[in-house]
């Protein structure tokens, strides 16, 4: 579904991203993991437009998307879930779901997924009414998710969406995004919380300093000495 050859992501003299490649296959779960300043958030960033590349290839469904802008690579049908989550503070649940659905025009079809995702998730419905910015983190991250499905994805980006969640609520976002995926949406996760990422993908990725060392299937990667040494051992994710 998505393919990334040789991409390269600077500011300024700062080279973030040096050269990766990889697959998101339709139908998968794919985990990008990394620590801080590894070039994750770059990355995502890129694949979503708001970046433009250096160098390198970005083919989503058999279109180079590289340069364009993000407004028509969700139409395209691929949503950014953004690190932060960006949820508009001063809307109720409701009209954060409405934007998601912005470029969308069957009226019909967004009363749906808006009714879907109030069934997806419960606490959306119950809150409907509320200020997007008084919703709790885990709450908000909800929102962000299902603000993002409303433009139908086929893939979705997810930017660290444990950041700064409790473990119960990190445990109840990374369900919610197998059962996604369960629905016919491929995604594509980066996170710092690397056991939880792998426990979930298909197939996994480690950034370090902009590069890709280290691929493999989810089990692989948990298992690999590595990884365990570098992101597991004993640290506050593992
Ligand atoms: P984190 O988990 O901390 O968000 P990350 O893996 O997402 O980290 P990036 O945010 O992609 O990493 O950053 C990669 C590199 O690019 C870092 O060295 C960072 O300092 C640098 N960088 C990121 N944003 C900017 C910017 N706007 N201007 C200059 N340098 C930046």
Request: glycine share 12%; no cysteine.
């Given at each position: 579904?998505?393919?990334?050859?040789?991409?390269?992501?600077?500011?300024?003299?700062?080279?973030?991203?040096?050269?990766i490649?990889?697959?998101?296959?339709?139908?998968?779960?794919?985990?990008?993991?990394?620590a801080?300043?590894?070039?994750?958030?770059?990355?995502?960033?890129?694949?979503?437009?708001?970046?433009?590349?250096?160098?390198?290839?970005?083919?989503?469904?058999?279109?180079?998307?590289?340069g364009?802008k993000?407004?028509?690579?969700v139409?395209?049908?691929?949503?950014?879930?953004?690190?932060?989550?960006?949820?508009?503070?001063?809307?109720?649940?409701?009209?954060?779901?409405?934007?998601?659905?912005?470029?969308?025009?069957?009226?019909?079809?967004?009363?749906?997924?808006?009714?879907?995702?109030?069934?997806w998730?419960?606490?959306?419905?119950?809150?409907?009414?509320?200020?997007?910015?008084?919703?709790?983190?885990?709450?908000?991250?909800?929102?962000a998710i299902?603000?993002?499905l409303?433009?139908?994805?086929?893939?979705?980006?997810?930017?660290?969406?444990?950041?700064?969640?409790?473990?119960?609520?990190?445990?109840?976002?990374?369900?919610v995004?197998?059962?996604?995926?369960?629905?016919?949406?491929?995604v594509?996760?980066?996170?710092?919380n690397?056991?939880?990422?792998?426990?979930?993908?298909?197939?996994?990725?480690?950034?370090?300093?902009?590069?890709?060392?280290?691929?493999?299937?989810?089990?692989?990667l948990?298992?690999?000495?590595?990884?365990?040494?570098?992101?597991l051992?004993?640290?506050?994710?593992?």
């Amino acid at each position: 579904m998505l393919t990334i050859q040789n991409l390269s992501t600077s500011y300024g003299q700062i080279k973030a991203i040096k050269g990766i490649s990889l697959e998101v296959p339709a139908g998968k779960i794919v985990s990008l993991i990394g620590a801080n300043g590894a070039g994750k958030t770059t990355t995502m960033r890129t694949i979503a437009g708001q970046l433009s590349p250096q160098s390198g290839t970005i083919t989503f469904q058999g279109q180079r998307i590289e340069g364009w802008k993000p407004h028509k690579i969700v139409k395209a049908g691929l949503a950014l879930v953004p690190e932060g989550r960006a949820i508009l503070g001063k809307m109720t649940v409701q009209e954060n779901l409405e934007m998601g659905a912005f470029q969308r025009k069957d009226p019909a079809g967004i009363k749906e997924d808006m009714e879907k995702m109030m069934t997806w998730f419960p606490i959306l419905k119950e809150r409907r009414n509320q200020l997007g910015g008084t919703m709790s983190g885990g709450q908000q991250q909800m929102l962000a998710i299902a603000r993002a499905l409303m433009s139908r994805p086929k893939l979705l980006l997810l930017d660290e969406p444990s950041m700064g969640l409790a473990p119960l609520v990190v445990s109840d976002i990374f369900k919610v995004i197998t059962q996604i995926n369960r629905e016919g949406t491929t995604v594509l996760i980066v996170e710092q919380n690397v056991k939880q990422a792998l426990k979930i993908a298909d197939y996994g990725y480690v950034l370090e300093a902009g590069k890709i060392v280290l691929e493999g299937t989810g089990e692989s990667l948990l298992n690999d000495e590595r990884v365990k040494e570098a992101y597991l051992g004993g640290r506050k994710h593992a």
